[in-house]
């Protein structure tokens, strides 16, 4: 079966230090990949989508970045982490063949002090 | 640009109270359909999801969502709420031929035992 991994859990981090969020998923091949950050009040932003190796899309333009080195692997970066960069960031997979909904991984907290 | 309204952003309701989250999108071709949970300190969960067919979709926990096209809705209704159905409900649209999911500002519900 499928399975997504996303770690840390909960992360501090100051203010201009770098940042890296790592998720991988299991159990399927070729999978389309997601970053969202949920704030309260917002619900789902879309930061980041990948449909292959090295194929990053980026829907908000902000400090963060996004790269996927592996077929299963997608991390999202920072080089210097800004106070509004605060937030619970969570990684996604879907089949592209049949698109049957996403799969969550379970966050990341993040907080920048 | 395609948008998901929720308008319910709290809701409060006391068990074996009927219950009706609405979702209202902006698209006027094709789409998916989704409605996610988030239970306390848990994942995101898919709960239902439409695709073709039937409008009248029935998902886990006795949740069930109307697709009404004429009305661009996807609103989820459940006829008794039970306290452990406490939680944060997001609907969700993908355009068909794309691979980004547009998500909701999200419900929260706080059903009183």
């Known amino acids: 079966s499928q399975t997504i991994h996303q770690w840390p859990a909960t992360l501090v981090q100051p203010v201009g230090s770098p940042l890296s969020l790592e998720c991988t998923v299991e159990?399927?091949?070729?999978?389309?990949l997601y970053w969202y950050r949920q704030a309260a009040g917002r619900g789902l932003q879309l930061l980041f989508y990948?449909?292959?190796?090295?194929?990053i899309s980026s829907e908000v333009p902000q400090n963060l970045s996004a790269s996927r080195p592996q077929d299963r692997q997608f991390i999202l970066s920072s080089k210097k982490l800004l106070l509004s960069d605060s937030g619970f960031y969570l990684c996604?997979?879907?089949?592209?063949?049949?698109?049957?909904?996403?799969?969550f991984g379970s966050g990341t907290r993040l907080t920048v002090v | 640009a395609q948008s998901v309204s929720q308008h319910n952003h709290h809701v409060i309701l006391s068990e074996a109270a009927s219950l009706e989250l609405g979702c209202n999108y902006s698209?006027?071709?094709?789409?998916?359909l989704f409605w996610y949970v988030q239970y306390p300190g848990q994942h995101l969960q898919l709960l239902l999801k439409?695709?073709?067919?039937?409008?009248l979709v029935k998902g886990i926990k006795g949740f069930e969502a109307e697709f009404i096209k004429s009305k661009f809705s996807f609103n989820l209704r459940k006829p008794s709420v039970q306290w452990s159905d406490t939680a944060e409900y997001f609907c969700?649209?993908?355009?068909?031929?794309?691979?980004?999911?547009?998500f909701g500002t999200g419900t929260r519900l706080k059903v009183l035992a």
């Open positions: 439409y695709f073709s067919g039937d409008p």
């Open positions: 969700a649209v993908s355009i068909s031929g794309t691979y980004k999911y547009i």
């Open positions: 990948s449909i292959g190796i090295d194929q």
């Open positions: 159990g399927t091949s070729n999978p389309n």
């Open positions: 996604a997979w879907s089949n592209p063949e049949t698109n049957y909904g996403y799969t």
């Open positions: 698209y006027g071709g094709t789409v998916n």
